[in-house]
């Protein structure tokens, strides 16, 4: 047991509460035991409180008590009204399930076909506005909204295209992907079963990786690795 000249002053013992902590126990003049809120700082601490330990360590709350409140269950979506209905969501969940920009957004948004795909799109939507235009020409109907409609799906082709283009220009590997990450890592990997392959000691092994670690965090290494993909 401590010896009075021992004990940890007040000070010591807010030292040692956690800077996470959102309540500590405390002792009030009263001898009540109780958990102040110091969310906002040590000061609703009062001078008479004294501080509960645990051991050594203050008694300490991370978290407001009380049950966390559970989050609602998205509501269930109401069944078709008839039979009809029933065939159309079918069929427009088939219609999702075989897009060609879904299924490549879901497998592989990274690649260079995703910008194609939207490409693609873009201009389905532009021919279908065109079809549209005509077809109301030549009934006599209104077409400006159309035109206007067809105006903005062309410019959001001709965006995407330069997009594209700018892709294609600057065609280098995405090093901060997590792709080539993934692939990096495998080919250490492969390089350090290599080497113990190879019966060099593993002390040895690491320590090519140390150095290869330090050469790679060098602020140079990467501007100059880009350089070399650019390279003819």
């Known amino acids: 047991m401590a010896s009075p000249q021992n004990k940890p002053s007040r000070d010591d013992l807010l030292a040692l509460i956690p800077p996470d902590a959102k309540r500590v126990k405390v002792r009030t003049e009263k001898g009540h035991e109780k958990y102040r809120d110091i969310s906002d700082g040590l000061d609703a601490i009062l001078?008479?409180?004294?501080?509960?330990?645990?051991?050594?360590?203050?008694?300490?709350?991370?978290?407001?008590?009380?049950?966390?409140?559970?989050?609602?269950?998205?509501?269930?979506?109401?069944?078709?009204?008839?039979q009809a209905i029933a065939q159309l969501v079918a069929a427009k969940q088939a219609f999702f399930d075989n897009d060609p920009l879904l299924k490549q957004i879901e497998e592989n948004a990274e690649s260079e076909d995703t910008l194609l795909l939207v490409m693609r799109g873009h201009a389905q939507e532009a021919v279908s506005l065109e079809f549209e235009r005509v077809e109301a020409e030549r009934n006599g109907r209104e077409t400006s909204q159309l035109s206007i409609r067809r105006v903005n799906a062309l410019k959001a082709l001709g965006d995407t295209w330069i997009k594209r283009k700018e892709q294609l220009s600057g065609k280098t590997i995405d090093?901060?992907?997590?792709?080539?990450?993934?692939?990096?890592?495998?080919?250490?990997?492969?390089?350090?079963?290599?080497?113990?392959?190879?019966?060099?000691?593993?002390?040895?092994?690491?320590?090519?990786?140390?150095?290869?670690?330090?050469?790679?965090?060098?602020?140079t290494w990467e501007t100059e690795a880009h350089h070399k993909m650019k390279e003819t």
């Not at 409180?49 to 009380?66: A, F, H, I, Q, R």
């Open 47 to 82: 001078l008479t409180d004294e501080v509960v330990l645990n051991g050594n360590t203050p008694v300490t709350m991370k978290s407001t008590p009380g049950r966390k409140k559970k989050l609602s269950p998205a509501p269930k979506v109401p069944p078709p009204l008839n």
């Open 175 to 219: 090093m901060e992907s997590p792709a080539f990450g993934r692939l990096f890592a495998f080919m250490l990997d492969t390089f350090r079963e290599a080497m113990l392959a190879g019966n060099v000691p593993r002390d040895q092994a690491e320590t090519v990786f140390a150095r290869l670690s330090d050469r790679m965090n060098d602020e």
